[in-house]
C-alpha cells in the first residue's frame, strides 16, 4: 500500500457537478438524491462535501458528504473514483476526517448478504468502525424513492441501544426530515 499524506478541501458549490458525476457512478438512485435535491444541500451549514484533489490533472480522486452534528458526524456519501481504488486513498480520507471531525462518526452499509457489502463493512471495520445490528430503515432520499434496509457504523466503539436510537433520530429529523418509517 502506497503511504502518503492527502489533503481533504471542502468544495464550494461551483465545484459541485464534478463530485455528483462521481455520486452517480458510485451510488444506486435509491441511495442518493437527484441534482437539485443534492446540490441544494450546500445551504445546509451542517452540510459538506470533502474531496481529495489529483493535482496533476484537476481530478477528484475521492469525496467524502458530511453532516455535522453536536455530537457526532455523519457520513452520507462517501466514493473513490473509480480511476484510483485499491490504493489506499479511501482509509487515508477516513483517517484525516476523523482527525477533522475530532468527534464520532457514523455511516450506514448495507447488510453483509453478498460479497460487496461484507467487503464494504470489513473495509470500514479496518479503519476503525464498529457494526451496530439494531433494526435500521434510511428513509427515501427523495419522493419516488425507497427506502432501504441498513445497519449503522459508528467510529471509535459499537453504542448502546439509546445512543443508536438518538443517532436514528437526528439522523432521520436532520438529514431525512421525517419522524419515523
Known amino acids: 500500500m502506497e503511504i502518503f499524506m ?6 464550494n458549490i461551483d465545484e459541485f457537478d464534478n463530485v455528483f458525476a462521481i455520486m452517480e457512478q458510485s451510488f444506486p438512485d435509491d441511495e442518493r438524491r437527484n441534482y437539485t435535491e443534492q ?16 493535482d496533476r490533472d484537476n481530478r477528484i480522486k475521492a469525496f467524502i458528504a458530511v453532516w455535522d452534528f453536536e455530537e457526532f458526524a455523519y457520513v452520507e456519501h462517501f466514493a473513490v473514483n473509480p480511476e484510483y481504488r485499491n490504493g489506499g ?56 424513492k425507497n427506502s432501504i434496509p441498513l445497519f449503522i457504523m459508528t467510529s471509535k466503539e459499537a453504542v448502546d441501544e439509546e445512543r443508536f436510537k438518538f443517532l436514528r433520530r437526528v439522523l432521520y429529523e436532520g438529514v431525512y426530515h421525517c419522524t419515523e418509517i
Open 6 to 11: 492527502l489533503e481533504l478541501r471542502r468544495i
Open 39 to 54: 446540490r441544494a444541500l450546500f445551504d445546509n451549514p451542517e452540510y459538506s462535501i470533502y474531496v481529495v484533489d489529483d
Open 89 to 144: 486513498i479511501g482509509a487515508e480520507v477516513l483517517h484525516r476526517l476523523h482527525e477533522l471531525m475530532d468527534k464520532q462518526l457514523c455511516l450506514e452499509v448495507e447488510p453483509p448478504e453478498n460479497e460487496l457489502a461484507r467487503r464494504r463493512i470489513g473495509f470500514y471495520s479496518r479503519n476503525g468502525f464498529v457494526l451496530n445490528e439494531y433494526h435500521y430503515i434510511q428513509p427515501p432520499m427523495s419522493e419516488g
